[in-house]
């Protein structure tokens, strides 16, 4: 059976080790920082932390000893916040099996150098970029926990590897796409957590269906014309990992981002609003990557700004929100 180790045990991390376990194709072992979860996993085959309730394959394993997880690994399945993945990965590198293909997880832009999360892997790693996978979409972990119906894009320049990891994780619930724009899916998955702050932040001011659409559609607008300045196809972005991960995350009250948008658009400062956010609300951080990076193409990203501005506490959602409906009239248009 193929080895597959997944590396972070929090809602991700756990759920689609599941995914792979349910899959029955691999052989799974999911590493996990805390005793407590890896017991959890084990003996009682639940993350009571993140899926309480929830009954998890029997036959997924956990460990708190990386070297063991990673140990003859055809896989590496990286789950950890954007932000801290280097980290991460310098601590693990030495122990990656020569030859596994490494894939992330993450939607998320590194602050300080605006690398994608497979660069950030193939730079620590010294890999080829066709050794890095990436898998994205409309995939809410708490949903395919639960064994709810969810699509997904697994992307890698090498195409084989792609359909290998999608064999490996296509399940009856679960159905997987492969792709080889990599750069597409990455950053739709990266920028859909900054347009699904903004529409928190409209659901968290009273406003309604109209204005998360507009955010929505516009929010897609930029995403495009960033992704197509970067190398992406603009087709990527129409897709699951583009439109449909933008849609579910901004149509889900379970979504960390909306949320965290949600409670600063009812009035809480964004001090507040972090003190009381407990799991990876990627945007947060990379909202402020993601303008770097635009502003370093000559990119405009209004909606992005708008976020920025707002976690920096500069200006207020109303004010936010009378910036961007004052912008110049002009024609509607989709990508650049
Ligand atoms: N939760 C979802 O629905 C979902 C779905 C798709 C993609 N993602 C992406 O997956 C990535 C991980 O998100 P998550 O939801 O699993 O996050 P999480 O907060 O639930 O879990 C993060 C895990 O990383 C571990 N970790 C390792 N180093 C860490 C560090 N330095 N700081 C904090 N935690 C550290 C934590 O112990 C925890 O197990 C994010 O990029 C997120 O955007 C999440
Ligand atoms: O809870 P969020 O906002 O991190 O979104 C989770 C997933 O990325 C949705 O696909």
């Known amino acids: 059976m193929t080895k597959v180790a997944v590396l972070g045990s929090g809602s991700w991390g756990t759920a689609f080790a599941n995914v792979l376990a349910d899959a029955q194709v691999a052989d799974v072992r999911l590493y996990g920082r805390r ?19 929830v009954e998890l394959n029997p036959n997924l394993t956990a460990t708190s000893d990386p070297v063991a997880a990673l140990e003859g690994a055809r896989f590496v399945v990286l789950a950890v916040p954007s932000q ?3 980290d991460n990965l ?5 122990h990656i099996p020569e030859g596994a293909a490494v894939v992330s997880l993450m939607k998320g832009i590194e602050l300080g150098t ?28 708490g949903e395919i926990a639960e064994r709810q119906p969810a699509t997904a894009v697994v992307a890698c320049p090498h195409e084989p590897t792609a359909v290998e990891l999608q064999h490996l994780c296509k399940s009856s619930y679960f159905r997987p796409y492969t792709s080889t724009d990599l750069v597409g899916v990455e950053l739709g998955g990266a920028v859909k957590n900054v347009i699904a702050l903004a529409v928190g932040v409209a659901v968290g001011m009273g406003f309604g269906d109209n204005a998360k659409a507009s955010l929505i559609t516009r929010g ?10 970067l190398g992406a196809s603009e087709h990527t972005l129409a ?9 579910a995350t901004c149509s889900s009250p379970r979504s960390r981002n909306r949320t965290v948008g949600e409670k600063l658009g009812s009035g809480m400062t964004p001090d507040e609003v972090l003190a ?4 990876t609300a990627e945007g947060v951080k990379s ?15 209004p909606i992005t700004e708008a976020v920025v501005g707002m976690m920096r506490n500069e200006f207020t959602p109303a004010q936010a929100l009378m910036a961007f409906m004052s912008r110049s009239a002009k024609p509607e248009r989709y990508g650049l």
């Not at 310098?90 to 030495?94: L, P, S």
């Not at 497979?118 to 979409?137: K, M, N």
């Not at 909202?287 to 990203?301: F, P, Q, T, Y």
């Open 114 to 141: 605006m690398r994608r999360m497979s660069d950030v892997i193939s730079q620590t790693l010294d890999i080829a970029p066709e050794r890095v996978v990436c898998v994205s979409g409309p995939n809410l972990a």
């Open 276 to 279: 009381a956010t407990r799991q």
């Open 287 to 301: 909202s402020e990557a993601i303008l770097a990076l635009a502003r370093a193409n000559g990119v405009d990203m």
């Open 90 to 94: 310098t601590a693990w590198r030495a």
């Open 239 to 247: 897709g699951l990992a583009g439109m449909g991960d933008l849609v």
């Open 35 to 53: 005793a407590d979860v890896v017991d959890a996993v084990n003996q009682r085959h639940e993350n009571p932390d993140y899926f309480p309730g």
């Open 220 to 229: 897609l607008a930029e995403t495009v014309r960033l992704a197509v300045a």
């Open 84 to 86: 801290s993945l280097r």
